[in-house]
């Protein structure tokens, strides 16, 4: 049945994208990537082929470009979407608000504007658990309200309601928004993985830098918060659940009308700690850290994890790897991608 589909990804040279195309691959979908490559690298597509055997489609462009977005439907039968190009760092969202405000807006906007001038009603959104905001306690549900503690987290929110609001236009339109919680690990075989370009803005890629010996130590955001060891809990999910999960959410807007958000998480907990230890038993590397201060203005909800009951009624979708799973594959990346 895939064969018939072409699917466009929008920064799938990126950490989940690639991961996600992978698995669109293999399961015999047509991928089409689109990436301006400004925080990826083209050499992310040959290795999606050595994986996969199959090299997708590529347009390097700008979603807030609208004449490269055009171009790319016109070479193309794009039939959905997924909808990753963003930018993503908490931190440098703060700094430079305007910017994200712009970008991640624009991009979205831009595309789906294209989309809908070809009749293209499809789309799978990556969104964040972030739209849950600082108020609401854990486990968070789809229900929920929505906000933000930083710029990041708000243009999130922004592009929820908008998509919400085009849907309920346009009752045709089939969008999911998949709120993920925290992705870390990599592709088994240590081809890809998450190296964003300059100093790490999250956990997992800091850490892996710190074991490859790239970085000198780990820089923990606060040992202070209300929880077991001080340090911040969260829903760490393996990057390859989270590809499957793309998958099945796909599915799902092939056969279903309207819009839906849904949590992609594993409904567990753990700290920075919890995370650092178990990277030192997956790879034998003792991760040298030091306690630093909490982001700006307390940008951290203490915990957070999903209740992810609603994929798994929605898309028949649960996640099947653990921790150590996410830290043995992480650390494969690392030994094959970072040591040099």
């Known amino acids: 049945m895939n064969a018939s589909h072409t699917v466009l990804v929008t920064g799938g040279a990126g950490y989940i994208g690639s991961h996600t195309c992978c698995s669109l691959l293999n399961s015999g979908y047509n991928v089409v990537i689109i990436d301006n490559f400004s925080n990826s690298s083209p050499t992310v597509i040959d ?18 470009d609208a004449a490269a977005v055009r171009s790319c439907f016109d070479q193309h039968p794009i039939d959905a979407v997924i909808h990753f190009a963003a930018l993503k760092a908490v931190g440098e969202s ?30 799978v959104y990556s969104s964040s658990a972030t739209v849950y905001g600082m108020a609401n306690t854990a486990p968070f549900r789809e229900d929920m ?31 999911t928004l998949l709120r993920y919680f ?7 075989s240590g081809l890809i993985g998450d190296d964003p370009n300059g100093v790490p803005a999250n956990l997992m890629p ?14 923990v955001l606060g040992d202070d918060y209300p929880t077991p060891d001080g340090t911040c809990i969260r829903d760490y999910i393996h990057v390859m659940d989270l590809a499957d999960g793309h998958l099945a959410a796909l599915d799902y807007v092939y056969s279903h009308k309207g819009v839906e ?22 790879s034998g590397k003792t991760i040298p850290y030091r306690v630093a201060d909490r982001r700006p203005n307390n940008a ?5 994890y999903a ?30 991608r970072l040591i040099r």
Not at 108 to 116: D, F, M, P, S, W
Not at 157 to 171: G, K, N, R
Not at 182 to 188: C, E, V
Not at 206 to 214: F, L, P, R, W
């Open 47 to 64: 290795a999606i082929e050595t994986i996969t055997g199959k090299r997708p489609a590529l347009v390097k462009g700008d979603l807030r």
């Open 300 to 304: 951290d909800v203490p915990i957070a």
């Open 307 to 336: 209740d992810p009951s609603k994929a798994e009624r929605l898309f028949n979708w649960k996640t099947s790897r653990g921790l150590d799973d996410m830290c043995r594959d992480s650390w494969t990346f690392a030994k094959t």
């Open 206 to 219: 800091y850490v892996n830098k710190v074991a490859a010996g790239i970085l000198p130590e780990l820089p």
């Open 94 to 123: 703060t700094a430079k608000p305007i910017e994200y405000y712009e970008h991640n807006i624009l991009c979205t906007t831009t595309l789906i504007k294209e989309a809908r001038s070809r009749g293209m009603k499809r789309l």
């Open 182 to 188: 925290n992705p870390i690990g990599a592709h088994p």
């Open 145 to 175: 309200p929505t906000s933000a503690s930083n710029p990041y987290g708000w243009t999130k929110v922004m592009t929820e309601q908008m998509l919400t609001d085009l849907t309920a236009s346009d009752p045709s339109w089939s969008i």
């Open 261 to 282: 958000p849904v949590n992609l998480g594993t409904g567990v907990g753990y700290s920075v700690f919890d995370v650092v230890h178990a990277y030192e038993r997956a």
